[in-house]
């Protein structure tokens, strides 16, 4: 093999591992920075090259307290009748959404084979409906009471749950 002149790898390592040194003191040049820093007096010119940053923050700060204030006193003043429509309307929907839910399951059932409820769940979900249709007029005179609109949620889950487990329930017994 022809050997060149090139350094090999640990004579590289060699050299590196002694501890590089700078060729001349940098200590006096840091001190001199630092001791001509200390006697130099503060200038307001940082102060005043920063104020149109701090008037446009202040101006900031004081339009985002302003439309918050605004938006707290618009909520305030929003007619309680605006509010219970709302509320109203949500109820609809929860029993809009809960009738297509029931309609599509009991489809599902019936396209799979299974036959109507035995009639001790079929009374069961009678009393869940009628439970439903009493929590929704009351709260046509109440829209905006939470304990009722959970509580109509809760009936909602029940009536699917009960539909569920039922339809469960058939099937061993037709299959025997």
Do not use: C
Request: net charge positive; charged share 15%.
């Amino acid at each position: 093999m022809k050997q060149s002149n090139r350094p090999t790898v640990e004579q590289l390592l060699q050299q590196h591992q002694q501890p590089l040194e700078p060729k001349r003191d940098l200590w006096p040049g840091i001190e001199r920075t630092l001791s001509q820093q200390r006697r130099q007096p503060r200038s307001g010119s940082s102060w005043r090259a920063s104020w149109p940053m701090l008037l446009a923050s202040a101006a900031m700060l004081m339009l985002t307290v302003v439309i918050w204030q605004k938006a707290d006193w618009q909520n305030a003043t929003q007619p309680a009748q605006q509010q219970a429509s709302a509320s109203w309307q949500l109820v609809q929907l929860m029993n809009q959404q809960h009738q297509q839910q029931t309609e599509l399951l009991q489809t599902k059932f019936m396209q799979a084979g299974y036959q109507t409820l035995n009639s001790g769940a079929s009374n069961d979900l009678q009393t869940l409906r009628q439970a439903s249709r009493s929590i929704t007029e009351a709260l046509a005179n109440e829209p905006a009471n939470p304990e009722l609109i959970r509580l109509l949620q809760w009936v909602h889950q029940q009536e699917i749950a009960l539909m569920d487990t039922a339809y469960e329930q058939q099937t061993p017994w037709r299959q025997l």
